[in-house]
């Protein structure tokens, strides 16, 4: 049984650092891409990050290019997810997702992701 755990989230001031992990586990994941969602109260889940875990490709959209760095640690089996000058819009649910994904354009897609974490709360106070 696959399984996807999230950690790191809390409160953080505007213009603070974060870093989410994801310890992945029950299953080999070597050929799967690794992402990261967000939802905040109100709006739609927003893709943010992506790592493919074979050879650590990472995908950023604009929105967080710069700000957010993704990796992964292959002995651990884990996910991170670097988030440095955070802004009150960054505040929401976390969630980590690995899916079997070979068309890179759709790495924003949450339904291309078979597994999902339960996700890890990030709120940014201005």
């Known amino acids: 049984q696959a399984q996807l755990v999230e950690s790191g989230g809390g409160l953080v001031q505007a213009g603070g650092s974060l870093r989410l992990s994801c310890a992945a586990s029950?299953?080999?994941?070597?050929?799967?891409?690794m992402g990261w969602f967000r939802q905040a109260p109100g709006k739609e889940r927003e893709f943010v990050a992506a790592i493919r875990w074979n050879d650590g490709a990472p995908y950023y959209p604009d929105s967080v290019k710069g700000r957010f760095t993704i990796s992964r640690d292959n002995a651990k089996n884990t996910v991170y997810l670097q988030m440095n000058s955070l802004k009150p819009d960054d505040t929401a649910v976390y969630y980590c997702?690995?899916?079997?994904?070979?068309?890179?354009?759709?790495?924003?897609?949450?339904?291309?992701?078979?597994?999902w974490g339960q996700g890890t709360q990030v709120t940014v106070s201005s």
């Open positions: 997702a690995a899916g079997y994904i070979t068309d890179y354009r759709r790495l924003p897609e949450g339904e291309r992701y078979a597994y």
């Open positions: 029950g299953r080999t994941f070597g050929y799967y891409v």
